[in-house]
């Protein structure tokens, strides 16, 4: 029986709070914490059993500990922006709490993923005998676990991964992101980044890509090739794996608004002068485009995110696809959400599940690799995110 502290009263947090709410014999006291007191209101509201709120800004460690202080979680869990990871795993040290997030810490002017900044943090959560669990979402987090799996299970060696992440969905608008508008498009324009024997290959933004066939009806989308953050843990994690990518689908209508506001400069994030003040584009653009969490009645369709895995098991070779589909339809039905902020806090939920029951303890910064996944598989299947396998 524990008591926890959600950082952040959006789409994720949303799913993440009910989730939590829907398993009492662990998450026995909740209170969700974020900028703007009345948006964790009104999550609360939708709740089956009472939960405390209170308003915080998280970049302020100070507010963090008086907020940890008056609340005495046994885990933080931060779903509100990655700006605030290490805001909030400095609070953790200070009052000796637990944490866990889904994303890793970017700088606010530098739009890069490294974990190098949250790596940095192991000696001090290993003295002082807490966990920090890193990436608890989908992908990151999921397709982490998916990798462990495989190897763990189905193969002596695994020579390539490829995650792949579909959303066959639709909103029905004609340009909306289906998280955080500014980090998506951070991470979107961004040079794509692949790991190839050893080095790490550059490639210009979304120009490689070719077509993939998704399973459960989804049939053939374009998939391109992107950076993303869980590469650089698992090329570490995954021994002699010689090829690791990151894919996603976009429609073209998405890539034609994007390319457009790009050119306008609409996407950049030095601040720029605009009558007497200065404003960052990307964060005016933000503010003009759909808050995710409102697509979540609107959004029809599946999506599936997985693992393709290559490798050999017991001296054959091994073609391996591990993935998940989810129904936005479903997804609203439950949790007032669509299935991205579900794929993402459902995961959070189990994470910390994990930590707080003692599935997964140890003390220091850890990737979802790290650990062993079975329970975390067996807990997907439980909570809503059903996982699927096919051999080749
Ligand atoms: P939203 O923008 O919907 O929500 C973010 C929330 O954080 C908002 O409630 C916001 O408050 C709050 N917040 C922002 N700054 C602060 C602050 N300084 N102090 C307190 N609260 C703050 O984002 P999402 O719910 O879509 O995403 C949440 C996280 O999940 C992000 O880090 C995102 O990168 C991650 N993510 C991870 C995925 C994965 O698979 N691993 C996939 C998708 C998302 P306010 O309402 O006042 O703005």
């Excluded at 998916?146 to 992440?165: G, N, R, S």
């Excluded at 890539?255 to 009558?275: S, Y």
């Amino acid at each position: 029986m524990s008591r926890v502290l959600i950082i952040g009263a959006g789409g994720v947090a949303r799913v993440v709070a009910h989730k939590c709410a829907q398993v009492p014999e662990v998450f026995a006291e909740i209170c969700i914490a974020s900028r703007t007191e009345g948006k964790c209101k009104a999550i609360a509201a939708e709740l089956p059993r009472p939960v405390r709120t209170a308003q915080v800004d998280a970049d302020n460690t100070a507010e963090m500990v008086k907020l940890i202080k008056t609340e005495k979680p046994d885990l933080v869990l931060n779903v509100a922006l990655p700006y605030q990871d290490l805001a909030i795993m400095d609070a953790c040290l200070e009052t000796g709490v637990d944490y866990l997030d889904t994303a890793n810490y970017e700088p606010p002017d530098n739009a890069k993923f490294e974990y190098k900044w949250q790596w940095a943090y192991q000696d001090r959560f290993k003295n002082a005998g807490r966990m920090a669990l890193l990436g608890s979402g989908f992908d990151p987090g999921v397709t982490n676990v998916f990798c462990a799996y495989a190897l763990k299970h189905h193969f002596d060696q695994i020579d390539t991964v490829d995650i792949i992440d579909c959303n066959a969905g639709d909103h029905g608008l004609p340009f909306a992101t289906n998280f955080n508008p500014e980090i998506n498009i951070r991470e979107v324009t961004a040079k794509g980044r692949y790991y190839h024997d050893g080095q790490w290959v550059e490639t210009e933004p979304l120009s490689e890509h070719k077509p993939f066939d998704f399973p459960a009806g989804i049939g053939e989308r374009e998939i391109y090739l992107m950076y993303h953050e869980e590469l650089e843990s698992l090329s570490k994690n995954i021994p002699g794996v010689k090829t690791m990518r990151f894919w996603m689908t976009f429609s073209q209508n998405y890539l034609t608004h994007l390319r457009v506001l790009e050119n306008v400069g609409m996407t950049g994030i030095e601040p720029v002068e605009f009558q007497g003040q200065k404003i960052i584009p990307l964060q005016f653009l933000k503010a003009l485009l759909p808050d995710p969490a409102s697509l979540a009645a609107r959004t029809k369709g599946k999506t599936c995110i997985g693992c393709l895995i290559n490798g050999t098991w017991q001296g054959k070779p091994r073609r391996y696809f591990v993935y998940n589909v989810c129904v936005h339809e479903e997804c609203y039905k439950e949790c007032n959400s669509q299935a991205i902020s579900y794929t993402t806090g459902v995961p959070a939920m189990i994470g910390a599940k994990m930590m707080l029951t003692g599935k997964w303890r140890g003390t220091g910064v850890f990737n979802m690799e790290q650990l062993d996944p079975d329970p975390f598989m067996e807990a997907l299947n439980k909570h809503g995110l059903p996982w699927h396998e096919q051999f080749d």
